[in-house]
Nanobody
Framework: QVQLVESGGGLVQAGGSLRLSCAASGSIFSISVMGWYRQAPGKQRELVALIKRGSSPDYSDAVKGRFTISRDNEKNAVYLQMDSLKPEDTAVYYC???????????????WGQGTQVTVSS
């Protein structure tokens, strides 16, 4: 069974930085897309950043220039470096990976448990 474990969330002052990590465990054949989503109370879940194999990362307008997504295919991990954090970045951040467990398996989407990021003024 594939499991995604997130870490790196916490409380930080505005202007500070955090680095989120998400590692997939279990039998992984290939991961096509890795991404980060976030959801704040009273708001819809939104895409923060994603990175597809062989493609450049995509970012939401709200985080462009401040966040950087990267992936380590060998470790089946995705990271989100968050710099110049703002109070409006406060949310629960969820890792998402779309992967195959074998070459003959269909793609499936896996979600992390979420990690809280709180940015104080």
């Amino acid at each position: 069974q594939v499991q995604l474990v997130e870490s790196g969330g916490g409380l930080v002052q505005a202007g500070g930085s955090l680095r989120l990590s998400c590692a997939a465990s279990g039998s992984i054949f290939s991961i096509s897309v890795m991404g980060w989503y976030r959801q704040a109370p009273g708001k819809q879940r939104e895409l923060v950043a994603l990175i597809k194999r062989g493609s450049s990362p995509d970012y939401s307008d709200a985080v462009k220039g401040r966040f950087t997504i990267s992936r380590d295919n060998e470790k089946n991990a995705v990271y989100l470096q968050m710099d110049s954090l703002k109070p409006e970045d406060t949310a629960v951040y969820y890792c998402r990976q779309t992967a195959q467990t074998s070459w003959y398996s269909s793609y499936a989407t896996y979600w992390g448990q979420g990690t809280q990021v709180t940015v104080s003024s």
